[in-house]
């Protein structure tokens, strides 16, 4: 099963909004709403941030959005904040019980 | 608080077996969720290698199948991978995780790193 594709880089000043890219195939995005979003900091362990397409989980702030078209899902960043600064990855379902992350994406704030 | 904490040998000789355990505490293995191990080798991306329910149930990477086993023990509140056949391949950090939706793992480990070396 091949990594989802996400742009290796996308860059914001503060206070703008970044929107990353995941795309699949029907097979999986575009088959399945379940689509989930991981922030990482250098070193540390990833954080979840958007599941199932558009969920936040507690403690995560609204600025992280998430949705989907066909078969590319979106994460939107706004009021970007130098703490945002990370790699994020996408993770989608792909059936029969199994699943696969994006190739990630680096999130620079200037 | 519910944590989660790898522990197992940092390095592993190829061709031999990778052995790591995750000890959950906060939450206790039988009330529900599955659990899950996911690796990143050095600079690269995430891979699920699996994910198991406290019932036995467990479902596997098919890349790794052949290779992966998995377990659960309740007694001592702690779930464990094998990954047998080793090679440099296979040097990555290892993470175990909980998850609460097909794709979403909601509570990580701080991540061991393995090495796979002669």
């Known amino acids: 099963q091949s990594a989802l594709t996400q742009p290796r880089s996308v860059s914001g000043s503060p206070g703008q909004s970044v929107t990353i890219s995941c795309t699949g195939t029907?097979?999986?995005?575009?088959?399945?709403?379940?689509v989930s979003w991981y922030q990482q900091h250098p070193g540390k362990a990833p954080k979840l941030i958007i599941s199932d397409v558009v969920k936040r989980p507690s403690g995560v702030p609204d600025r992280f959005s998430g949705s989907k078209s066909g078969n590319t899902a979106s994460l939107t960043i706004s009021g970007l904040q130098a703490e945002d600064e990370a790699d994020y990855y996408c993770c989608s379902y792909v059936g029969s019980y199994t699943k696969v992350f994006g190739g990630g994406t680096k999130l620079t704030v200037l | 608080q519910v944590q989660l904490q790898e522990s197992g040998p940092g390095l592993v000789k190829p061709s031999e077996t990778l052995s790591l355990t995750c000890a959950v505490s906060?939450?206790?293995?039988?009330?529900?969720?599955?659990w899950a191990w996911i690796r990143q080798p050095p600079g690269k991306v995430l891979e699920w290698i699996g994910s198991m329910y406290h019932g036995g149930t467990t479902y596997y990477n098919p890349s790794l199948k052949s290779r992966v086993t998995t377990s659960v023990d309740t007694s001592k509140n702690q779930f464990s991978l094998k990954l047998s056949s080793v090679t440099a391949a296979d040097t990555a950090v290892y993470y175990c995780?909980?998850?609460?939706?097909?794709?979403?793992?909601?509570?990580w480990g701080q991540g061991t790193m393995v090495t796979v070396s002669s």
């Open positions: 029907s097979s999986d995005v575009g088959g399945y709403n379940y």
């Open positions: 995780a909980r998850r609460t939706s097909w794709c979403a793992f909601d509570i």
């Open positions: 906060g939450y206790s293995i039988s009330s529900g969720y599955y």
